[in-house]
C-alpha cells in the first residue's frame, strides 16, 4: 500500500484518470493496483497493489502519470482486510463505503478500539484460573457481539483484551459504550467476580510515517487504553472530531503524555453512562 499527498486536495476524478493509466501499464512490471482510497479534502490518495517489490510499484506510477508515492509500505492482504474491510469497489476502482453509491468514497480513515481486563493477572490469582477463564469468555462474547452489531472488525486478541477496526468513528464509540454498560451490568449481577474494563480509541490513515498499517492509530489507541482508568474510554481528539453532531456525549481532559509520543496528546473521555444504547 502507498500514499501519494497532492497539497491543496485533489479531485475524483482526477485519481480515476490516473488509476486507468496505472492500470494500462501494470503487467510490464509484474503489478497489479487492486483498488484506491481517497481523500479529495486532504488531498490523499492511498493504493492496494500486488507487486514483486516497492520499486516495481512506483515505476508503474512513474511512466503512467508521474505521482510517485511519498511512502510504500509492505502489507500482508489477510491484515490489509482485517483494517480495512471487503471494499466494495466502484468502476473507476476508488473504494466506497458498504452500501454506499459510486460517489460515496470511502477516505481510507480507521478506527481502532482496544479493550483490556483491569489486573487481569491479579484476578486470576485471586479467583483461580477456571474462573478467570470464564470471565475471559464473558468479555470475549459481550466485545464480539458488539462488534458484529455496529460493523467492527476483530483484528487480535489479545489475551486479556482485544483490538478492532470500524470505518466509522462513532460506531466505534457506540461499540464502546455498550461494552462497558454490559460489563457493568455483569459485575452487577456478580459482585463475587466483577469485571473492570478500560477502553481506548483513536483514528488514523492506513499509511503514516510508521512501516506499519495504521502503525501510529494503533499504537495511540493501545496507549489510551493503558492510560485509562477502570470503567473508563478515552478517545484520541480526532476520534472525538469525527463523532461530530452524532449527539455522542465527551469530556475533554485536556493533553496527557503518553509513553512513544513525543508532544503531549489531546484526550477526551466517553460519557458512557449518560449515552443511549445504541
Known amino acids: ?155 487480535k486478541h489479545l489475551g486479556d483484551g482485544i483490538m478492532a477496526s470500524f470505518v466509522s468513528a462513532a460506531a466505534a464509540v457506540k461499540c464502546a459504550t455498550r461494552v462497558q454498560r454490559e460489563i457493568a451490568k455483569q459485575g452487577r449481577e456478580n459482585a463475587n467476580c466483577p469485571i473492570k474494563l478500560r477502553v481506548g480509541v483513536a483514528a488514523g490513515e492506513p499509511v503514516e510515517h510508521h512501516n506499519d498499517l495504521f502503525g501510529c492509530t494503533v499504537q495511540l489507541a493501545s496507549r489510551l487504553c493503558s492510560n485509562a482508568q477502570p470503567d473508563q474510554i478515552l478517545v484520541s481528539n480526532v476520534v472525538a472530531e469525527l463523532c461530530e453532531g452524532k449527539l455522542l456525549s465527551f469530556e475533554e481532559l485536556g493533553e496527557l503524555t503518553l509513553k512513544g509520543f513525543d508532544h503531549p496528546i489531546r484526550a477526551h473521555a466517553v460519557n458512557w453512562a449518560d449515552e443511549v444504547s445504541a
Open 1 to 155: 500500500m502507498d500514499i501519494h499527498e497532492i497539497p491543496g486536495g485533489v479531485s475524483a476524478e482526477d485519481v480515476a484518470k490516473a488509476h486507468a493509466r496505472d492500470v494500462e501499464v501494470q503487467s510490464k512490471y509484474g503489478v497489479n493496483y487492486h483498488k484506491y482510497w481517497v481523500n479529495e479534502k486532504a488531498g490523499k490518495i492511498f493504493c492496494l497493489c500486488h507487486a514483486p517489490n516497492a520499486e516495481a510499484a512506483k515505476q508503474v506510477h512513474r511512466e503512467a502519470h508521474g505521482l510517485v508515492a511519498e511512502k510504500v509500505i509492505q502489507v500482508e492482504p489477510e491484515v490489509a482486510d482485517l483494517f480495512m474491510g471487503g471494499s466494495e469497489v466502484n468502476g473507476a476502482g476508488a473504494v466506497v463505503f458498504p452500501g454506499g453509491t459510486p460517489d460515496d468514497r470511502d477516505p481510507g480513515i480507521r478506527t481502532i478500539l482496544f479493550t483490556d481486563i483491569v489486573e487481569s493477572t491479579a484476578m486470576t490469582r485471586r479467583i483461580g484460573d477456571e474462573a478467570a477463564m470464564e470471565l475471559l469468555h464473558i468479555h470475549d462474547d459481550i466485545v464480539r457481539n458488539a462488534l458484529s452489531d455496529l460493523g467492527g472488525r476483530e483484528i
